[in-house]
């Protein structure tokens, strides 16, 4: 039994619980509530976590001279190696919860349990400080009971202190399905809180040399597909803009009551050191982002619009001849032609932060756009974009959901204008273009449209399923009617690797047929799982 957390405990530590993570990969897998065969949080966190300890093994008994402890360097270490490899929302969120362990606990000579309850405080701080819009019933419920659970204890013990945080966080766990309605429809818990239970299970039995014994998490049921909310606010405005801005205070302040008056839902939170996080739901993002220009230096711009809620290694030296590039996450030799003759750099799909640096790094530009094509990346290319702007980049992500938002996006970039302008241009191209997938069941589901079960063809328009159908081509039809009858003059068609022969050229025919003014263009994506993305404009 440990009376301090020393060096050698957090690398067995890190050991062990990588080995847990690796023993439940699946079922953190399972947990997943959507019906389509990818998105997996198990494999992200066993990703992020391998790297935390791959840089804990590879620098561990070097010390740098700068007063910290050889715990707390080895905390850093993993807290570094983890913001690289981070891989999905859970693993940047994990990315956190170790830096603040690490930030805390650096330079304290000896970690008993007073000192692990302020630094899982300082850990839950910066886990929701990750997170744009927090949403309770995931990951940090959990980790801000077994923190607040540590503070309760008020107690040196280290040992009493880590057993309370496990066991709040295995109870919190539990509640989740409590807290979010997608939970309690699919009958399961939520899968990164599971995650962090098992590591935090793994603290415990290296501290104390026993197993916890807390109770197994819910099996995995009949799953649903998670719904996109608006987490907040009215439903009055269209878009959500969020920046980072360097201001002092007093403009800040000021900021506050222009962004209350433009729109609501106003979020900004600093950093004590002079950075911001600015967040507000308005009609008009021009003036929302021309309001943080008057009040500091704002970057890392970024719109969503509500509507939209519910490959080869990069190569060097691409950046345009005014120094910007764009980044783009996709996967498809196809859709990477695509977005190469648009003069951009392709980074294989669930990339981890240190992979999106790389390739952020290597356009040599000093201004950089990414496109994540994901909701599950846009986590880790924000990640990345910090990263890259300690390094003097200057980078925005445009949170792009599909490879056809992304190549809306691309089809707008206007070099004559100010970079700012561009990524708002970017960005309201992308939110223009609605998107949908179509793929295989891989799982029985409970959806909105009803059951499917394995096998079945899946049609979701912007995320959510909107059809259920035997025939793949029939299915792809029915959902180009489905959006067109919103509206729409451009129809394009990404055709995946499964895609049988001729798919594009019956849904084209299609649509000349019932939409004769509508124009379709069809390519050869290439990209799996999904044998058509269609995008309508």
Same mark, same amino acid.
């Given at each position: ?165 496990? #066991? ?251 970079? #700012? ?97 509508? #124009? ?16 309508? #404009?």
């Amino acid at each position: 039994m440990l009376e301090t957390l020393d060096a050698a405990a957090v690398r067995r530590w890190c050991a062990s619980g990588l080995a847990a993570l690796r023993a439940h990969q699946g079922e953190i897998d399972d947990l997943n509530v959507y019906p389509v065969p990818d998105g997996d949080t198990g494999t992200n966190l066993v990703l992020t976590f391998t790297s935390a300890q791959q840089a804990l093994a590879m620098d561990l008994g070097t010390l740098p001279d700068d007063g910290h402890t050889p715990h707390g360097h080895a905390l850093r270490l993993m807290a570094r190696g983890a913001l690289l490899g981070a891989r999905g929302n859970s693993g940047v969120i994990l990315s956190q919860i170790l830096r603040g362990l690490a930030d805390t606990l650096a330079a304290v000579p000896a970690v008993r349990g007073r000192q692990l309850a302020d630094a899982l405080a300082d850990a839950t701080t910066a886990a929701y400080a990750a997170v744009a819009r927090p949403v309770e019933g995931t990951l940090l419920s959990v980790v801000a009971a077994a923190a607040h659970a540590a503070r309760r204890a008020d107690s040196d013990d280290l040992r009493a202190v880590a057993r309370a945080a496990a #066991e709040a966080a295995a109870h919190a766990l539990a509640r989740t399905p409590e807290q979010l309605p997608e939970l309690a429809r699919a009958g399961v818990v939520d899968a990164g809180g599971r995650g962090l239970c098992l590591l935090l299970d793994a603290l415990v039995e290296v501290i104390t040399g026993e197993s916890p014994g807390q109770p197994a998490s819910a099996p995995p049921a009949r799953r649903a597909p998670v719904t996109a909310v608006r987490e907040s606010g009215s439903d009055a405005y269209a878009y959500e803009v969020q920046y980072l801005l360097d201001a002092t205070d007093e403009a800040v302040n000021r900021l506050r009551a222009e962004l209350n008056a433009l729109g609501d839902s106003v979020a900004i939170v600093g950093d004590g050191a002079g950075t911001w996080n600015v967040h507000v739901h308005v009609n008009d993002i021009g003036a929302a982002v021309e309001a943080g220009v008057v009040a500091g230096r704002p970057h890392r711009i970024g719109v969503t619009r509500f509507a939209d809620q519910t490959a080869p290694a990069p190569g060097p030296q691409v950046a345009l001849p005014d120094g910007r590039a764009a980044v783009v996450v996709a996967t498809g030799a196809g859709i990477a032609e695509l977005f190469a003759a648009e003069g951009a750099v392709v980074v294989p799909a669930n990339p981890s932060t240190g992979e999106l640096l790389d390739a952020i790094r290597a356009t040599g530009a000093a201004r950089v756009v990414v496109l994540p094509n994901d909701p599950n990346t846009q986590s880790v290319a924000s990640a990345a974009a910090k990263e890259a702007h300690g390094l003097g980049i200057k980078v925005s992500v445009v949170p792009t959901r599909s490879p056809v938002q992304a190549l809306a996006a691309l089809a707008v970039r206007d070099p004559k204008r100010r970079f #700012e302008d561009d990524v708002i241009a970017m960005a309201e191209a992308a939110g223009a273009c609605r998107y949908a997938e179509v793929c295989h069941a891989a799982r029985e589901a409970l959806t909105v449209a009803g059951p499917a079960r394995p096998g079945d063809v899946l049609a979701l328009v912007e995320g959510e399923v909107h059809l259920i159908g035997q025939d793949l081509v029939d299915t792809c039809t029915a959902v180009v009617d489905r959006m067109l009858g919103g509206g729409g003059e451009l129809v394009t068609l990404l055709c995946g690797a499964d895609a049988p022969a001729g798919l594009a050229d019956r849904v084209r025919a299609h649509v000349e047929g019932a939409w004769p003014f509508v #124009e379709v263009q069809a390519y050869e994506g290439g990209q799996p799982h999904y044998p058509l993305l269609v995008g309508v #404009e």
